[in-house]
């Protein structure tokens, strides 16, 4: 952790019954803008009587929230759509700034979060349950999707508003309270989208946040009265995550990291195959979890790579709030080290260098955590580049004779969150689609993040838990479903008698 040295930066507030407070602890650490180190706020380690205290304030606001009218929690999650369209630019720049992706990138990342609060809205859909009207005579059963309680959220600092949007929205919807979590690296444009969340009409203590790393990630694990966790973050982190939250009996879901890997096939249309794959390997500075890392060229398509290398060495790379910047800083010294580190690994373990974008001149910038687009071809299973995820602009290519091939060495990877194929053969396509084990499948479309009326939908290595974040999956993951079997006598009704038999009658 950096020990501030900036007492005049501002403070980031903790959220606790509906107001923004001060966190009394000792721990603190610089949120940084990427692209120049200015430091921008200080964020506290909150202490663990404050998450008992945001904790408790959920446990108060549940009595009254969860018997909330549906209508009343829809409207509110309307207005909330309105006030994030109208502060669109203030939270982009506000990303931009702390978290360094390009302009445009960051309003793609309030929107991604955005369609997940329309979502919310249509909650009076979603949270329906069934009846089967005589099940026996004069008796129904049907079912209610009841709030669980209190939930938490814990996310990771690429997407700080999409993330924190999947969760607290459709958590808040369906009658529960919540305590987020956002990443210590950037939690400010979260914290607005929270003062805008307050604007809209959520209740004190329905929403409540507590800021720090592993002790609140802990304490929030191990927290009585906290019901359900949502994770999204490193694979390392959301093991553990899992493993602690489940173990003291909470319902948990972990959305981790990744390896995603596209097939070109010789038939894919070149032009648009390419732009598609350096957009979705170096757009973010490769620090999405839906990245593409891994090209797999098939056949012919292996002749591509210097058209490849050409597109790619001509990204623009700067800070995200200048124009035309395709790519810009990583998000702390720390991760271009990292990175740097890879590249290091990647030369040393045999693979060859096609574009080596370390150390880029970035006039004005000279400060940023910048890495330019870097491309790696020859990469095998074994290789350093290619075991571990990066979450840098480092783009990998392998080579496969044919589409199963190709199949087989995706399939062979432990993970998997996303993958797409390229080609004009429908065949290939459905195959594709058939033959592959991972969640989410694009056929060319690069980055197949499903929009809400969906589920995200990860697998394998990049995914615990059974039901994952928005869509009609979350709604079955913040509610309980209880079964009612209802009959209503009669007065005038022959009583049955006693009945010591298990089936109704
Ligand atoms: P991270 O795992 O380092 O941090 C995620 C959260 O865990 C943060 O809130 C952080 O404070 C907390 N944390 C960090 N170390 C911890 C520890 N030792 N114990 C308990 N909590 C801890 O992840 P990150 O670097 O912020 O985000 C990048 C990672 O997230 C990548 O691996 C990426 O693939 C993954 N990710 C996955 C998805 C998905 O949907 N699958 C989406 C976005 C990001």
Not at 357 to 372: A, C, Q, S
Not at 398 to 425: V, W
Request: glycine share 10%; hydrophobic share 45%.
């Amino acid at each position: 952790m950096d020990a501030s040295t900036t007492p005049q930066a501002a403070t980031v507030k903790l959220l606790i019954g509906g107001q923004f407070v001060e966190s009394q602890s000792t721990q603190w650490r610089d949120v940084v803008n990427p692209a120049t180190q200015q430091v921008l706020a200080r964020v506290p380690f909150a202490t663990p009587a404050e998450v008992d205290a945001a904790v408790a304030a959920g446990k108060e606001a549940f009595k009254t929230w969860r018997k909330t009218a549906i209508g009343t929690r829809a409207r509110i999650f309307l207005k909330y759509q309105q006030l994030i369209r109208e502060h669109m630019g203030e939270l982009a720049a506000l990303l931009t700034a702390e978290q360094g992706k390009t302009l445009p990138d960051a309003e793609g990342d309030v929107f991604r979060g955005l369609e997940v609060v329309e979502h919310a809205s249509a909650i009076g859909n979603l949270q329906l349950g069934e009846l089967a009207n005589n099940v026996a005579a004069g008796v129904d059963t049907y079912t209610v999707m009841q709030p669980l309680g209190v939930c938490a959220g814990i996310t990771p600092f690429n997407f700080p508003a999409m993330i924190p949007l999947w969760m607290f929205p459709m958590a808040i919807a369906t009658g529960n309270t919540f305590v987020l979590k956002p990443s210590e690296q950037d939690p400010m444009v979260t914290m607005r989208l929270c003062e805008l969340a307050l604007e809209a009409g959520i209740p004190p203590g329905v929403l409540n946040v507590v800021h720090g790393g592993e002790d609140v990630v802990n304490a929030i694990c191990d927290h009585k009265d906290i019901k359900a966790v949502s994770f999204v973050g490193s694979t390392k982190v959301g093991t553990h995550v899992y493993n602690r939250a489940s173990l003291a009996g909470k319902r948990v879901q972990c959305m981790m990291g990744a390896k995603n890997h596209a097939i070109v096939m010789p038939d894919a249309n070149k032009e648009q195959s390419l732009n598609a794959v350096l957009g979705a390997a170096f757009g973010a500075a490769g620090q999405r979890c839906m990245a593409l890392s891994v090209v797999v060229l098939v056949g012919e398509a292996q002749q591509w790579i210097p058209e490849l290398v050409e597109k790619a060495r001509a990204l623009k790379v700067s800070a995200g709030t200048e124009k035309g910047t395709d790519v810009g800083p990583l998000v702390s010294c720390a991760a271009r080290s990292r990175v740097e580190g890879l590249i290091e690994r990647g030369i040393a373990d045999g693979a060859t260098l096609a574009l080596d974008g370390r150390n880029p001149t970035v006039p004005g910038f000279e400060k940023g955590n910048f890495v330019g687009p870097t491309i790696f071809s020859g990469v095998k299973p074994g290789m350093s580049i290619y075991e571990q995820e990066i979450f840098g602009p480092v783009l990998c290519l392998a080579a496969a004779k044919d589409i199963d091939e190709a199949i087989e060495f995706i399939n062979s990877n432990p993970n998997g969150n996303g993958t797409a194929i390229f080609t004009q053969s429908g065949a290939a396509a459905r195959k594709f689609q058939e033959e592959i084990d991972v969640g989410q499948v694009g056929i060319n479309v690069p980055i197949p993040v499903p929009v809400p009326l969906f589920s995200f939908s990860g697998s394998r290595a990049s995914k615990l838990g059974d039901l994952g974040p928005y869509g009609k999956q979350v709604v079955l993951f913040y509610t309980q479903t209880k079964t009612v079997t209802a009959r209503w006598f009669d007065d005038d009704t022959t009583a049955h008698g006693v009945n010591t038999t298990i089936s109704l009658r």
